[in-house]
């Protein structure tokens, strides 16, 4: 019986994917949930649970959180990469460590093919596929809701005829979620005019009353909240979705172009993500130059959308992390943030390495390195060859 390998979350797709390779097309699947910091304890024996009800030959949990962050989101913050300036890359940043991990494992357990359960529409499709055919070039890569042409009522009913149980209504939307960010798809995503529901949003809103917190920075790197250090920065991005999360901080919808080439739009939420990069990117303004932060616009930009676009293998991203690394060694200091039920406003930073310095100035008020007569010599020759080109061209 031929090996295969599903990239398995217990969602609807995956749930069709088990059932119909293990029945209909007599695979020995092996079921691997690859947890990037979305589901707890009782989730994951929920889904284990599912999975050996469909048959699978085993279910297996790959733990890569600190990998998670290590290798992909560390560099995200550094970066303050939000595609088309709003979305964390939530779900195209995570696929692409799942699927490097799901190729390692197909490897070390000699499987014949890897499966997943993306649709012929999306990024997902290509993200997993890019991925394999690179860690894996020889193993089989079987996608069925694609190959069939699913729609999701057609997998519901399919389930429902052989007798499997689950919440087909929550399954009318499409949930993915991470520790940095949880996406939404629904029939309202399908469209160009209409919002999600209050309801099918994963976390409700409970919190009402305005609340101050502080992030603290070293390096670039999240090391505390509320004066609290955490040893490893995952544990205070999870501190920070816990504080935040429940004001409904962090939603929207972002519309983006697919790697297919069609319009895509898709729910979000992601308060701490959110909250990070833009408490990072003040504290950047505070402690880098002018073309320090210019370049890193420009190669952030690119970064998040290679990486978006499932070319995290390709060498020009570790040249590209190097880079971020290196700007990232005087971004240290507290950043003040305060919450409000769906909003948060940044109230300022203290930093040693602040370069907006009393020492030097104060902007609009007064100059303490340089006189006006040193400014009227700067601005004569700052504008020169402006002047110049008026003057050749004055006939024109």
């Known amino acids: 019986m031929k090996k295969v390998v599903l990239a398995y979350s217990g969602g609807l797709d995956t749930t069709f994917c088990a059932l119909h390779l293990t ?36 279910f297996h949990i790959l733990e890569v959180l600190d990998t998670y962050y290590q290798e992909v989101i560390k560099f995200l913050v ?104 949880t996406s939404v798809g629904g029939k309202e995503t399908l469209t160009s005019s209409e919002y999600l529901p209050e309801e099918a949003w994963p976390t409700q809103v409970t919190e009402t009353e305005p609340k101050e917190i502080k992030l603290t920075f070293v390096q670039g790197e999240l090391k505390g909240v509320n004066g609290v250090a955490y040893e490893k920065p995952v544990e205070a991005i999870q501190k920070v979705q816990a504080i935040a999360a429940p004001y409904g901080i962090g939603r929207d919808i972002h519309v983006g172009d697919t790697i297919i080439g069609i319009k895509g739009r898709v729910g979000f939420e992601a308060a701490a993500p959110i ?80 370069l907006m310095s009393s020492k030097f100035g104060s902007y609009g008020e007064m100059n303490k390195g340089y006189t006006g007569e040193d400014v009227k010599g700067f601005t004569r020759i700052l504008g020169n060859q402006t002047a110049i080109f008026h003057k050749v061209n004055s006939n024109d």
Do not use: C
């Open 275 to 354: 909250i990070i990069i833009k408490g990072h990117q003040l504290l950047e303004k505070h402690t880098l130059t002018k073309w320090q932060m210019f370049w890193k616009n420009q190669l952030s930009e690119f970064y998040g959308n290679h990486l978006h676009e499932g070319h995290y293998l390709d060498p020009v991203m570790r040249n590209l992390e190097a880079f971020l690394a290196d700007t990232q060694k005087y971004v240290s200091g507290d950043v003040r943030v305060l919450l409000q039920p769906y909003r948060f406003t940044l109230l300022g930073i203290i930093s040693d390495h602040d």
């Open 78 to 181: 550094f970066g303050n990469v939000l595609k088309n300036a709003t979305y964390p890359l939530s779900v195209s940043a995570e696929r692409i460590l799942q699927a490097k991990s799901l190729a390692e494992y197909a490897k070390s357990i000699g499987a014949k093919a890897v499966a997943h359960g993306s649709t012929g529409a999306g990024n997902d499709q290509v993200r997993f596929d890019m991925i394999f055919q690179t860690i894996v070039p020889d193993i089989e890569i079987i996608t069925p809701i694609r190959d069939l042409k699913l729609s999701r009522q057609e997998e519901i009913d399919y389930l429902k005829k052989h007798g499997v149980s689950m919440n087909f209504e929550k399954a009318a939307y499409s949930i993915n979620k991470g520790i940095w960010g």
């Open 23 to 58: 029945k209909d097309l007599g695979y020995e699947v092996h079921a691997v949930i690859v947890n990037t910091g979305g589901f707890s304890k009782e989730e994951l024996e929920t889904i284990e649970k599912r999975a050996k009800s469909l048959g699978v030959a085993s």
